[in-house]
């Protein structure tokens, strides 16, 4: 047991209720300066929460927060920053319509007279950020134009540019790929020298032996444990988590891949991914592999009516199918979970049941109106099946946690009884014990005879339910492995040379 | 489109004259009427009329006859919003040296020719046919225009020098009906909500207004029991008090108007003497004359 | 799985959503109740049948409009046109409203369908274009006044026949016409947003347009939808009007569409999209109803009633938004 | 090093970002070029350089107000009671502008002053409470126009001194004195939006006000600064307004906020925040100026005016969308 004077921050007491909910109960957190502290739990366990609280979003019900022996407890954000805390949200916080460098330097610009700007410096500046993160984003573009994953890098070279003494990292790698997350390993190995605490927030469990010092478990809103790493193994840690052993993460199935279901031919969308050949299977799983930006998100778009394609078919049990709309895909028997949870996913303000119901809302009506107590039924038997954590069935779904806002829009696609699911980063910032029940769910479906197609960039995810994965480097598709051949060194090879 | 060609009056190069009207607002009964008389006459006398709709406000006036000055007419009829506001419009024009003629109602700095009546006198007729009709005692309420407008102000203005020649004449409530008859009808409703049958009079500024409380007053059965006057004898106007529901309007010659102000503004553009001040007189309108007004 | 599925149906009934909600609106609530109690305490003449009767037909021409613009505005849009849609609905029922002429069927039928021509004309360009609602219906604003004056001449289309008249003036069984279509109306557009597969869908395209895209909703169906009834709605209300004044006026209705949106605004309607509720629009319309009867009432002068009557307004929603639970 | 770095540098010149920003205003300058092109081939009245100037003159006054609401819209607010502040300040500069009184100076800080009063008034509204924008400032709107009738004791006020009349009606080098402060305004706040702190701010507040505040901007602030500003603008319409007209007039600007918000949204402001230009703005100003004035010089008639000016709006910024790069 070390003294407190030995800690840069220090969390004692802390509860906060969010409408009759209790986010957190009586949470502790100590962390020593220069040591990588992972925040553990499972959705909804509160990490989220308390990280706003540090960082001065959201005031606590009761507790105190000290830093550098300082009580920091009812300061808001604008001291917190310069107090030497910074945060990486766990939802992207930026402002589409202004640059990058406007986005790093926000709040903290260099200004002459009168507030006058220096955008030139600025962008120098950033440039020099961005450079030393080995990053290849132009300080100048606007954000809205970079991918998901440069905007997320954007991020991380905003938090730590602002010579932070505590960094908090709210899953800062759950929509990086793995070359990425080496940059921002390696950063943290940086800062780490340079005395900076991080505190770290994951679902993906490699991760976190890889780097933590330290674990602190959270679950359902209570403090259980602060232990070192060196002395959990990934059992222990998941068992402190859920409560309970997960056994296998992928489990056998047994399905038997039937008739095709969906295949597209000469599949084009200018600039974006062309020359695209596949064919999805009754019960089976169709992987699509490849580096971030590699056209993957815009392939399943595409065949979703999201985005018109500029040439190609797209065939549905053999048929050729139009496809100019959602609409039309979903009457074609095609359903997609997109990787962008919040823009395309739910609608924020609407309950989970109304969620759920949203896309097959058309089946649960009695005449023009909406049959209620069909709903309530199905949604109940979803919430069941899926594990959704939620109050009841009335919360908005803004207030779920992100792993149970991925099942209600899992949910949603399913009751819209699809041949054909597209799964576009089906796991991303789900907790280890929601993505043993989402495969399940996968291999459920594939029993039943779904077809799959599953966009991840998670190889072992990938690996370990797809029967064949496709490889797509730069928008041209470079290979098709059966399960056999693919392992991760193969996988990776064809995704880098097309 | 207002132009229309003959060929009685030309100026001296034999170009068409042109002549620039900017009324106060085209949404008004009584301006169209003005306005029609003026575009018929300039039909009739060859003259192409450029007419613009200066929506109540004094400043879109300026403007219009700034308008007017940069495409050089060779006259301008002017409706004026405001007596002050509209008041650069004519020192603009005789800057220029276009003549400019006010129709209906004045600016403070005088123009070229004026072709109306006061609009003070017109409540003064009003107010004084309820006087007479009360005996001199009673309780009045008075339904106000758009407030700050030129022709609210002066009919308040009429309809408070009559009050205060009746020291027994109560004003009880007064508010806008902002020239309109949904509003002033449901203004009325609610003073009946609140004096009832205390009510003797309705001074409204117009007859829309005025026949929005007629309206009011018959719905709650207390018509026959209340005066209610208006000005401007709009043919509704008219017809209200031909039944009997409207006990009296102030008519106003449109007509005249318009066609004394066409004629003047050729006069002047062609050099031809004229007459600086027009005056039209107001009438009151009861059922005993009103079928003279009616067309 | 029986008894599963009841825990799960008892918090349909009063789950945190409604209770959210219904605090949500108990705010205007208070306000409003409190504004009519001190009117009652002030002047004996507020809490009378008759004045109530007159409130409630007063507001009723505002509470149509804002019952359409409220659909637009959960759509995340905004309807500007709609007092140009009275005027132009006026106009033309009144054309086809004089006695002797045709059924009273034939105007109501004619301002109706204009209506919701003009609506279906503002969704139409709003769904093909990618002109922002505020411009699109700005614009139609203008044009539609300047419709009506073509339409009518620019003067007031009067004599109208009785069975016309009775729309606006009449009564049944003692309850004025308005209130009657008001209530009515009421009702239809509540069944429709809470009720409907429409309703549900233009919560949907409010509260995140992409993602309910995604979900296989038509956005431009649900938008030409909302639009056209908003259309609809404000025929009503322009017959109503029309009626009530005996005259179809080419200027009627000017400035009708910023009162129609404070009411569902002040009701509880979120301008960027996405929330409020029929009844909370139709609190908004009687709130602003009742402050301007009672400002009649108590005879303030017309220069202070607008001092007073913006301050109420602001303070009422600050009421109510001190009684929202923080989210 | 060196190199790497100067590779960075070089696309903030002409970079993607700035070529997608100049097309966007493309559209609605190509609209705005038609128009003009249109009405010069139609009517040799037009392209003179005294109708020119006219138009800029009267144009003016609607761009003043439409700068101060493209701040104000970017930061994702809306403000509607531009108009009767215009008649505040107006009645208070008149009040102080009577000749052989005081200064020329003290009329117009009177007006300015009253003007960023009632600006900050609805500010400290709006950061305080939770009310939406729109409610508070159509509030103040009736407030406004109440407190400007109450000053003036519902009486335009005239007799002003000639030197406060230059203001508006004066020339400088044989230009109006309204086109020189029209230009000292833009210049002033598009460096205010595109080269201060504040500027920046508003666009993060606009943009996404969560991420705004977790940055360490301080809403309120920003907020305050925007309403405030146009607060003295409209003052500044206001005092040039009454100047041009020579009279302090209680129901001035009535319904200018309209005309004020379609400018800047013409201009490609989005009423959802986080975007917009004042040079957008000047140019949605002059586009509605010109269509107008040319309307007049056509002779149209003012019912058809209304129509053909609601679609040339519309069609202008359909034009524009159309030329807008997809996302
Ligand atoms: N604004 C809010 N209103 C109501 N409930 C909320 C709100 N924010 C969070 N919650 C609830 O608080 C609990 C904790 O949420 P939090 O986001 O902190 O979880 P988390 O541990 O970060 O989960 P995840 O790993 O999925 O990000 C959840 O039950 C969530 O539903
Ligand atoms: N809105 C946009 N504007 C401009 N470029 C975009 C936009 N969205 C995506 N891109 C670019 O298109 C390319 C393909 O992106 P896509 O999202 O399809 O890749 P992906 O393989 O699915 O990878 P990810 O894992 O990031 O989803 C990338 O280079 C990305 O930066
Ligand atoms: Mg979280
Ligand atoms: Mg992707």
Redesign the interface.
Same mark, same amino acid.
């Given at each position: 047991m070390s003294f407190p004077q030995d800690y840069i921050l220090q969390v004692r007491g802390l509860t906060k209720t969010f409408a009759g909910v209790k986010a957190l109960d009586n949470v502790q957190l100590n962390v020593r300066p220069g040591e990588v502290h992972a925040l553990m739990g499972e959705n909804g366990a509160g990490k989220s929460t308390l990280m706003k609280i540090l960082i001065g979003l959201l005031t606590p019900d009761s507790g105190e927060i000290l830093f550098e022996g300082r009580d920091l407890t009812a300061h808001n954000v604008n001291d917190v920053l310069k107090q030497g805390i910074s945060m990486i949200h766990q939802e992207i916080l930026a402002v589409p319509e202004l640059t990058v460098a406007q986005n790093i330097f926000l709040g903290r610009e260099t200004t002459r007279l009168f507030g006058w700007l220096d955008d030139r410096h600025l962008n120098q500046q950033a440039s020099r950020l961005l450079e030393q993160l080995g990053l290849d984003i132009r300080p100048s573009t606007r954000l809205k134009f970079l991918s998901v994953a440069q905007m997320q890098m954007v991020e991380i070279a905003k938090a730590i540019s602002n010579n932070a003494r505590v960094i908090i990292m709210d899953e800062p790698t759950s929509a990086l790929s793995d070359k990425e997350v080496a940059t921002l390993f390696s950063i943290i190995s940086d800062l780490k020298k340079q005395g900076v605490a991080i505190i770290y927030i994951s679902h993906k469990m490699d991760e976190i032996f890889t780097i933590a010092d330290t674990i602190t478990v959270l679950r359902d809103g209570r403090y259980m444990e602060t232990r070192p790493a060196a002395e959990l193994d990934n059992r222990t840690l998941i068992a402190l988590m859920v409560g309970r052993e997960i056994d296998s993460l992928f489990p056998e199935s047994a399905a038997r891949r039937g008739n095709e279901v969906l295949s597209v031919r000469q599949f084009r969308r200018n600039g974006k991914f062309a020359d695209i050949n596949f064919a999805v299977h009754e019960g089976e799983v169709l992987g699509i592999a490849g580096l971030m930006g590699a056209g993957r998100t815009e392939i399943a778009r595409a065949i979703f009516g999201l985005d018109q394609p500029d040439g190609g078919e797209v065939f549905i049990k053999g048929q050729k199918a139009r496809i100019n709309s959602p609409q039309d895909a979903i009457r074609n028997g095609i359903g997609y979970v997109s990787e962008d949870r919040k823009g395309l996913g739910f609608i924020p303000r609407l309950s989970v049941r109304q969620n759920i119901t949203l896309a097959s809302l058309t089946s649960h009506v009695k005449g023009p109106f909406v049959d209620e107590r069909s709903e309530v039924a199905t949604t109940a038997r979803i919430i069941d099946e899926l594990r959704i954590k939620t109050a009841d069935m009335e919360q908005p779904v803004v207030y779920l946690s992100g792993g149970n806002q991925q099942k209600v829009v899992i949910g949603k696609v399913l009751l819209a009884s699809p041949d054909v699911i597209i799964l576009d980063e089906p796991t991303r910032g789900i907790d280890i014990g929601a993505k043993a029940e989402i495969y399940k769910l996968i291999n459920q479906l594939k029993a039943n005879g779904v077809a799959i197609i599953m966009i991840s960039s998670e190889l072992p995810e990938i690996l370990g339910l797809s029967d064949r994965i496709l490889v797509l480097a730069k928008g041209k598709q470079t290979v098709v492995l059966s399960k056999e051949e693919a392992t991760q060194e193969t996988i990776m090879a064809y995704a880098m040379h097309p | 489109n207002q132009s229309t060609t003959s060929e009685t009056s030309q100026k001296g190069d034999g170009k068409k004259l042109v002549i620039g009207a900017t009324m106060l607002s085209m949404q008004n009964e009584f301006i169209v009427n003005v306005h029609d008389e003026i575009a018929k006459k300039a039909g009739e006398a060859g003259v192409e009329l450029i007419t613009v709709d200066a929506e109540r406000s004094a400043l879109k006036q300026v403007e219009q006859v700034e308008s007017f000055i940069a495409q050089k007419v060779d006259a301008i009829i002017m409706n004026p919003c405001e007596v002050e506001a509209s008041s650069p419009a004519v020192t603009k024009a005789l800057a220029a040296k276009i003549p400019i003629i006010n129709v209906n109602s004045e600016t403070s700095v005088k123009p070229s020719a004026f072709v109306g009546s006061d609009d003070v006198e017109s409540a003064r007729i009003a107010m004084k046919f309820i006087a007479d009709k009360l005996g001199g005692k009673g309780n009045v309420v008075m339904i106000h225009g758009y407030m700050g407008q030129a022709a609210q102000i002066k009919r308040e203005q009429g309809a408070r020098e009559i009050l205060k020649q009746y020291p027994n004449l109560k004003l009880i409530a007064h508010q806008t009906g902002e020239w309109d008859r949904a509003k002033a009808m449901s203004l009325m409703e609610n003073w009946i909500q609140s004096y009832g049958s205390d009510i003797n009079a309705v001074f409204a500024h117009n007859d829309e207004m005025g026949l929005g409380a007629v309206k009011a007053l018959t719905d709650a059965g207390l018509k026959n029991k209340v005066v209610v006057v208006s000005i401007d004898a709009i043919p509704d106007g008219l017809q209200a008090v031909q039944k009997g529901t409207l006990d009296a309007t102030v008519f106003q010659n449109a007509e005249q108007q318009g066609a004394k102000a066409i004629e003047t503004a050729v006069k002047i553009a062609n050099g031809q003497p004229y007459e600086k001040e027009v005056l039209i007189p107001f009438q009151l309108v009861t059922k005993a004359n009103v079928a003279q007004f009616m067309k | 799985m029986k008894n599963?599925?009841d825990t799960?149906?008892k918090?349909?009934r009063e789950?945190?959503?409604?209770r959210?909600r219904r605090l949500g609106k108990v705010g205007i609530v208070i306000a409003f109740i409190l504004i009519c109690l001190a009117l009652s305490l002030i002047?004996p003449?507020f809490l009378?049948v008759?004045?109530l009767m007159?409130v409630v037909?007063?507001v009723s021409?505002n509470a149509l409009l804002a019952f359409g613009v409220t659909f637009v505005i959960i759509t995340g849009g905004i309807d500007?046109s709609l007092g140009s849609m009275v005027a132009v609905t006026g106009v033309v029922a009144a054309t086809f409203a004089h006695p002797d002429t045709y059924p009273v069927a034939v105007p109501i039928l004619a301002g109706l369908a204009s209506g919701l021509l003009f609506g279906a004309f503002n969704g139409f360009?709003i769904t093909r274009?990618?002109?922002?609602p505020?411009? !699109?219906t700005?614009?139609?604003?203008?044009? +539609? @006044?300047?419709?009506a004056?073509?339409l009518s001449?620019?003067?007031?289309i009067?004599?109208l026949s009785d069975s016309f008249n009775f729309i606006g003036?009449g009564q049944l069984l003692g309850v004025p016409m308005p209130i009657i279509i008001l209530i009515l109306l009421f009702i239809v557009c509540a !069944?429709i947003l809470n009720?409907?597969?429409? +309703? @549900?869908?233009m919560?949907?395209v409010g509260?995140?347009e992409?993602?309910?895209?995604?979900?296989?909703?038509?956005l431009s169906t649900v938008k030409m939808a909302v639009y056209t009834m908003s259309g609809g709605l404000a025929a009503l209300a322009g017959i109503v009007?029309t009626s009530?004044?005996?005259?179809g006026?080419?200027?009627?209705g000017a400035g009708f569409e910023?009162d129609a949106?404070?009411a569902a605004?002040?009701g509880g309607t979120?301008?960027?999209g996405?929330?409020g509720t029929m009844t909370g629009t139709l609190i908004g319309a009687l709130l602003i109803g009742v402050i301007?009867?009672g400002l009649?009432?108590?005879?303030v002068s017309?220069?202070?009633?607008?001092?007073?009557?913006?301050?109420i307004?602001?303070g009422a929603?600050?009421l109510d938004?001190?009684n929202?639970?923080k989210?």
């Open positions: - | - | 599963a599925l799960y149906l918090p349909v789950s945190y959503n409604t959210v002047t003449r009378t008759s004045n007159i037909t007063q021409i500007l360009v274009s990618k002109v922002p505020f411009i !699109v700005l614009g139609t604003m203008t044009i +539609g @006044r300047g419709l004056l073509i001449k620019g003067r007031p009067s004599n003036g !069944v009720k409907t597969v429409l +309703g @549900r869908y919560y949907a509260g995140n992409q993602a309910a895209k995604a979900s296989g909703i038509r009007l009530r004044i005996t005259t006026q080419p200027n009627a910023l949106i404070a605004i002040i979120s301008t960027s996405g929330t301007s009867n009649d009432l108590l005879n017309s220069y202070y009633q607008q001092v007073v009557m913006g301050i307004i602001i929603v600050v938004s001190v929202q639970p989210n």
